[in-house]
């Protein structure tokens, strides 16, 4: 078994889960809602991305600029127009109300893209040597934006007034609010932030992966099992969880092909939420 | 005019169920079929969802679960269908007891996320499995040439299904499991066995889905991964749930021959934009009528008051932390 190359290739495709994870996170901290339509983002922004760089012939830095922009946008429109009108409701309103959004978004992108897969030719072609190992240039960089806009997220929420005040937010909502913290403004921003992080998974996804309208749905259960098996709520244990979880994807598919390799990751989701529902390193969210 | 109460209106639709094939054209004893089926999907989720308020992603396991095990031994076997589709409501039967007893540990969104990927799990291994399932390429089972008979049995089930939430409403028990959904841990110490009740509600909401996932391959006389484990028809049966009201004793009935209806409609003319529509509907009713159709009914006056959903005012999800 060629240990090296599993682990850099597990470790690599962790990063893109990690940010896609992290924006999950953040919104149900903030918020309470699992956010069913997060890969359905992913899956609209990797798209645009082939259309920007294809279609129009623009650089792709343009698409790591502008995409996710786009998509904080969609974050607030979705917030404006339902998420904040069912504040209130019982938790299953938001559940049904999100996992409604998610098969709209992939209903209005077959409409636009059409259903098949499209790629990204062209855009970090190549490989480079990695502790012996030839590594893809783009899974290489995927990894580094996606785990360093991870990391300086975590530094936003940890050290700027920003941050507290969305941690203040999260933990208790009332003693915020009485300290003259703009809540709604804070969900709002928290989602426009958790949307766009999903935006810049999608944009970073495009250069390595063949990418469909679908492809949210096989994203979200993999950022599900990871906020589950790192802790809902934590921060670092979904970075930490992505990683893992990418090692025993990679793994998995070496030892017993994709189709059953990808289902360890639910099982290993499942194992979690059954022997430790509180996660790696989760602090025990109640609900 | 007299108020409708729910024996009025099943009486209503057990005459129209029985009217439809002896004067109904082949193409309104298929329509009737889907309906049926989903129907019977729409009461068995609202078991669980509406009554017990688990929110469910995985029922469509359960139908993936029994149309694999039906369709599997007509396949091999050459099992009528009928005894195929016992095996299969067996099969959903054996499969929830344990699943229930572990994923019903979990509460709100964690049982939500854990159904919705349990689904996928199963139909990962329907798709890497196919040494036995034949995988992607799916099982081809020989057309029915009459569908009079497969009708005659999903109506009696559907009929089965609506006596007994009738019955449940109306006893102690749905008290029970609507104190579970009002307050878990109020219910406890009250001296209700949640667990018990809970582990029982959702294993009767997982056997007629699983006879169901059997008549729906015969019907189509086709299944693969795809089609068992779809999430349009597990979207489909909660959008009936929830447009005609959770936890009641109409709700579903009324859910399901509106969407149906007005799937048909869009299935013929639109397909392209079916799931789009159906999740519109889903988002339109959380918005604006979450307490379905039943309570409109109950407030123009035209059914009988009965119980209403959410009496108490739910906690704000802010507070709950």
């Not at chain 1, 903030?30 to 609209?44: E, Q, S, T, W, Y």
């Not at chain 2, 509600?201 to 779809?230: E, K, N, R, W």
């Amino acid at each position: 078994m060629p240990v090296t190359e599993l682990l850099i290739g597990g470790i690599l495709l962790g990063g893109v889960y990690a940010l896609m994870a992290c924006g999950l996170n953040l919104i149900f901290g903030v918020m309470r809602v699992i956010n069913f339509a997060h890969g359905d983002i992913l899956a609209v922004a990797a798209l645009s991305t082939v259309s920007i760089v294809v279609g129009f012939k623009l650089p792709f830095w343009l698409a790591v600029v502008l995409v996710p922009v786009g998509c904080a946008l969609l974050g607030i429109l979705i917030h404006m127009l339902i998420l904040r009108r069912i504040e209130s409701a019982p938790l299953i309103m938001s559940l049904l109300a999100t996992y409604a959004l998610s098969t709209i978004l992939v209903n209005v992108a077959i409409l636009i893209w059409g259903g098949g897969y499209s790629g990204l030719p062209g855009v970090l072609v190549g490989s480079v040597q990695l502790f012996g190992v030839n590594v893809s240039l783009s899974r290489l960089v995927s990894f580094l934006c996606a785990i360093g806009v991870s990391l300086a997220v975590w530094w936003l929420l940890q050290f700027t007034r920003f941050g507290r005040a969305v941690r203040s937010a999260s933990q208790a909502p009332e003693l915020a609010s009485i300290s003259g913290i703009a809540v709604d403004r804070i969900r709002l921003a928290t989602f426009a932030l958790g949307s766009g992080m999903a935006g810049l998974a999608g944009v970073l996804v495009a250069p390595a992966f063949a990418i469909d309208p679908q492809l949210g749905s096989r994203f979200i259960i993999k950022a599900f099992a990871v906020i589950i098996v790192g802790g809902m709520g934590s921060y670092p244990g979904a970075i930490l969880a992505a990683l893992l979880l990418g090692i025993v994807e990679v793994v998995g598919s070496y030892l017993a092909g994709a189709v059953i390799g990808s289902a360890f990751l639910f099982l290993l989701m499942l194992g979690v939420l059954l022997v430790r529902p509180r996660g790696l390193l989760g602090v025990g969210v109640r609900i | 005019m007299r108020q409708l109460g729910p024996l009025g209106v099943f009486a209503i639709a057990l005459v129209a169920a029985g009217v439809v094939p002896l004067i109904g054209s082949d193409y309104a004893v298929s329509f009737s079929i889907q309906l049926l089926i989903f129907l019977v999907l729409a009461y068995s989720w609202n078991l669980i969802g509406g009554y017990t308020g688990y929110t469910h992603f995985g029922q469509v396991a359960f139908f993936g679960i029994g149309a694999y095990v039906g369709s599997l031994l007509i396949f091999h076997w050459n099992v009528p269908w009928y005894l195929a589709m016992l095996a299969a409501a067996l099969a959903g039967a054996i499969a929830a007891l344990p699943l229930g007893g572990a994923m019903l540990r979990l509460k709100g969104p964690f049982f939500a996320i854990g159904m919705f990927g349990l689904a996928r799990v199963l139909e990962a291994f329907a798709l890497g499995f196919d040494g036995i399932t034949q995988g992607g390429t799916g099982i081809y089972l020989k057309p029915l040439g009459d569908l009079k008979p497969l009708y005659c049995a999903v109506a009696a089930i559907a009929a089965v299904m609506m006596l007994l939430t009738w019955r449940l409403d109306n006893s102690r028990l749905g008290l029970k499991l609507l104190a579970i959904r009002e307050d878990e841990n109020a219910a406890e110490s009250l001296g209700i066995p949640t667990t018990r009740l809970k582990i029982g509600a959702f294993v009767a909401s997982a056997v007629a889905p699983a006879a169901m996932g059997c008549l729906y391959s015969v019907y189509l006389g086709f299944i693969d991964p795809p089609t068992a484990f779809a999430s349009n028809i597990e979207l489909t049966t909660i959008a009936m749930v929830l447009l005609g009201g959770m936890g009641t004793v109409l709700g579903p009935l009324l859910g399901a021959i509106v969407l149906s209806v007005v799937n048909e409609v869009l299935w013929a003319n639109y397909p392209q934009i079916y799931l789009a529509s159906v999740g519109v509907i889903v988002l339109l009713a959380v918005l604006f009528t979450p307490r379905g159709l039943v309570n409109i009914g109950m407030k123009g006056g035209w059914l009988a008051l009965g119980r209403p959903l959410f009496r108490r005012s739910a906690q704000p999800a802010s507070q709950s932390s």
